[in-house]
């Protein structure tokens, strides 16, 4: 008897633990999307607010850190964007994960960044405010091959 009582127990911490962390994967994938709308809309101030001091983020055409990524709002041209296929993971509960793909139409300096990516961010809390300190996009291949761009 004693032994059913404690996995009811387990059961019913375990499920008030899932409970609790469903919010948080929501507010995540909709701080991220609100990050992207805000990049779209050029709202510089209200981007870098999302912003870590030391953010780095790893795209095909380099490596950014905070002032180069806020370089590229003014140069790119974010003309629409679809986010999907969310996958949120807090290894801690000051850390998350989320990788999900994009499709978006883009331009920068001429070039056309338009395509399907795979994407993942890495959110960090700190003062009670959750700051991105990475991010990255890397093309996806239709045949297979390993990305180029």
Do not use: C
């Amino acid at each position: 008897m004693k032994k059913y009582i404690a996995y009811t127990v387990v059961a019913f911490f375990a499920a008030a633990v899932v409970a609790i962390a469903a919010p948080d994967k929501e507010k995540a994938i909709a701080r991220e999307k609100d990050a992207w709308q805000t990049f779209k809309d050029k709202k510089a101030d209200e981007f870098r607010k999302y912003l870590a001091a030391d953010f780095r983020g790893v795209y095909g055409d380099g490596i950014y850190n905070l002032a180069k990524q806020m370089e590229d709002l003014q140069k790119m041209e974010l003309k629409s964007f679809a986010l999907s296929d969310f996958d949120v993971v807090f290894p801690d509960g000051d850390t998350v994960i989320l990788t999900y793909k994009v499709t978006m139409q883009a331009m920068r300096d001429g070039k056309d960044f338009s395509g399907d990516y795979n994407s993942g961010s890495v959110w960090r809390k700190s003062k009670d405010a959750w700051h991105a300190v990475y991010h990255s996009n890397v093309v996806q291949q239709k045949d297979g091959a390993p990305a180029t761009q």
